[in-house]
C-alpha cells in the first residue's frame, strides 16, 4: 500500500501539518476579518450621519431608511463635544444581547468574539462601539444584527480553508518530489546494494561505492561499504582456512604414521646404555608422543570431534620443568634465565597434554619475543589457588605486544606478533583453557614485558565440557 511505503508517509504527514499550520492561521484571520468587517461598518455609519449632520435640516424617513440600510446598522450614535447624539435610528428588532467595545480589544479578546459568533447561530442584536474616522468626535456607537456577519464570516473561511488545502496539495507534491529525490532514491539504491550483496558476498564487486551527497545517507553508506568489506574478507579466510583445514589433515594423516616409526625408533634406546641416552630418551618418548597425540587430535578435529579434556591430578612442576627443559633446547635460549616459582608438591586437575601445550605456546612465545630483542631477558613461571581456582601465571621481560595484536590477541591469523607469526598458538592456548571451564588473559604488556595469567577452576562441572564447535583448531601449537 502506497501509504505504508517512506514517501507515501511523508506526503500524508505534509499535507496534515501544513493543513493543521492553515488551521492555526485561520482562527486569528476570522477574527481579524470579523474586527474589518465591524469597523468598516462604524466607518459606513460614520460617513452617513455627517451627511446628516452637514445639512442641519430634517431628512424623510424614507432616507434616514436608505442610508442605514447602506451602513448595515439600526442606528447611529455619536459622541462629540461630551455630548451624546443620536443621529440616525429605526426601529430594534429585539433586545440588545451584548455590547463589543472595539477601542482597546486585545488578540485574545477578539479571538474569543469570532468563535462565539461563529459557534452560535441566533441572529441577535448587537451594539459595537469605536473610535471615528478622523477623529470626528469622541466615539461613534451602532446596533446590529449579528445573522450578515455571521454569513461574511463563514464565506470567508470556506475560501480560507480551499486555499490552504490547494497550498498544502502543492507543498505536499513538491515535497514528495524533493523526498523521493534526496532520500528514496538513494536509500531504494542501498537497498539494491544489499540484496545483489546478500546474493552473492564473496564477490568483492557488489560492495557499494558511496555516492550519496546526503550527509546522513553517506555515513550509511560508508558503514554499509566496511562492513562489506570486513564480511568479503572473513568468508574468504574462512574458506582459505577450510581449504587449510583438508590440507592439514592429510598431512597430520601422513605424519602420524612417520612419528608412529620414530617412536618405534625412540623406544629401543631406551634400552640403551648409555646414561647420556637414558636422561635423553624418556624426554624424547615424551616429545614424539605428544607430537603423535597432536596429529590424532587435529584428525579428530576435521571430524568435528574435538575430544573434551581428560582430567587428571598431577604435579604441576615436573609439567613446567619438562615445558622449560625443551625450551632450553633452542638455540638462541643460552642468554634467557628461566625461573620456575612453583612448589613441588603443587597439585591440580587437569589434562596434563592439554596444559602442556598451553604452557608451551605461552613460554615459546615469551622465548621468540626476547630473542628477536637479541638481549638478554628472563621468564617467569608460577603458580597458586585460592579456594575456587587453581592459577598459573607466565611472565617475561620481553619488548611487549604491539598495539595491533592485542586488538584480536586470542584470534587465529589475526594476532600473531612478529614477522612470520600465524597467531594460532594464542588461539589454541584460550581455546584449551576454555574447554577446562578456565580463562586466559593478558594481565599486562609494555616495554617491561608480558604477563598472561591462567585461570582452571577447581569444580569439576566447570571443566568437563568440551571444547566449542566453533574452537579454534589445535594445531601449530
Not at 461574511?152 to 523526498?179: H, N, P, Q
Not at 604452557?359 to 619475543?369: C, M
Not at 571451564?437 to 616495554?447: K, Q
Request: hydrophobic share 45%; with cysteine; proline share 5%.
Amino acid at each position: 500500500m502506497f501509504f505504508n511505503t517512506l514517501s507515501g508517509r511523508f506526503l500524508l504527514l505534509t499535507t496534515a501539518f501544513v493543513m493543521l499550520a492553515e488551521v492555526l492561521i485561520f482562527v486569528p484571520s476570522v477574527a481579524r476579518f470579523r474586527e474589518d468587517y465591524l469597523l468598516s461598518r462604524l466607518e459606513r455609519a460614520q460617513l452617513a450621519s455627517l451627511a446628516l449632520l452637514a445639512t442641519d435640516e430634517m431628512i424623510a424617513p424614507e432616507l434616514e431608511a436608505e442610508l442605514l440600510s447602506n451602513a448595515g446598522v439600526f442606528n447611529v450614535v455619536l459622541r462629540r463635544d461630551q455630548v451624546r447624539q443620536l443621529v440616525l435610528s429605526s426601529p430594534i428588532p429585539a433586545p440588545i444581547q451584548a455590547t463589543y467595545d472595539l477601542r482597546d480589544a486585545g488578540e485574545w479578546e477578539l479571538i474569543r468574539d469570532a468563535l462565539a459568533c461563529l459557534i452560535d447561530p441566533e441572529n441577535q442584536v448587537i451594539r459595537v462601539i469605536g473610535d471615528p474616522v478622523k477623529r470626528a468626535g469622541l466615539l461613534i456607537e451602532v446596533t446590529m444584527e449579528t445573522a450578515p456577519l455571521r454569513d461574511e464570516m463563514i464565506a470567508y473561511g470556506i475560501r480560507i480553508l480551499l486555499l490552504s488545502a490547494v497550498i498544502s496539495v502543492v507543498t505536499a507534491f513538491l515535497l514528495f518530489l524533493a523526498v523521493q529525490r534526496l532520500l528514496v532514491t538513494p536509500i531504494k539504491r542501498v537497498v539494491r546494494h544489499m540484496s545483489a550483496y546478500a546474493d552473492a558476498p564473496e564477490d568483492a564487486r557488489r560492495i557499494i561505492e558511496p555516492k550519496a551527497r546526503v550527509a546522513e545517507l553517506r555515513e550509511a553508506e560508508d558503514a554499509l561499504q566496511m562492513m562489506q568489506k570486513q564480511l568479503t574478507g572473513a568468508l574468504k579466510q574462512k574458506e582459505r582456512l577450510a581449504q587449510l583445514g583438508g590440507a592439514l589433515a592429510k598431512i597430520s594423516h601422513d605424519l602420524r604414521n612417520i612419528l608412529t616409526t620414530a617412536q618405534l625408533f625412540a623406544d629401543r634406546m631406551e634400552a640403551s646404555k648409555d646414561p647420556a641416552v637414558q636422561r635423553a630418551a624418556p624426554k624424547l618418548v615424551g616429545s614424539i608422543s605428544r607430537a603423535v597425540n597432536l596429529c590424532e587430535a587435529t584428525l579428530a578435529f576435521g571430524k568435528a570431534e574435538e575430544p573434551p579434556p581428560r582430567l587428571g591430578r598431577f604435579m604441576l612442576s615436573g609439567l613446567v620443568s619438562d615445558v622449560v627443559d625443551s625450551e632450553r633446547l633452542s638455540a638462541n635460549a643460552a642468554h634467557i634465565d628461566f625461573v620456575i616459582d612453583v612448589p613441588p608438591n603443587f597439585a591440580i586437575r587437569a589434562d596434563q597434554e592439554q596444559l602442556y601445550r598451553v604452557l608451551t605456546n605461552l613460554v615459546r612465545n615469551a622465548r621468540q619475543a626476547i630473542e628477536a630483542t637479541g638481549e638478554p631477558g628472563t621468564i617467569e613461571i608460577g603458580a597458586g589457588e585460592d579456594e575456587s581456582e587453581w592459577w598459573i601465571r607466565v611472565g617475561d621481560t620481553g619488548p611487549g605486544l604491539p598495539e595491533k595484536t592485542r586488538e584480536h590477541l586470542f584470534q587465529a591469523f589475526q594476532s600473531g606478533g612478529r614477522k612470520g607469526g600465524t597467531g594460532l598458538g594464542l588461539a589454541i592456548a584460550a581455546e584449551l583453557v576454555r574447554g577446562h571451564g578456565g580463562t586466559l588473559m593478558l594481565v599486562r604488556s609494555d616495554a617491561a614485558g608480558t604477563e598472561f595469567m591462567l585461570h582452571l577452576p577447581k569444580t569439576v562441572g566447570a571443566a568437563d565440557h568440551a571444547p566449542a564447535p566453533d574452537a579454534t583448531p589445535a594445531v601449530g601449537a
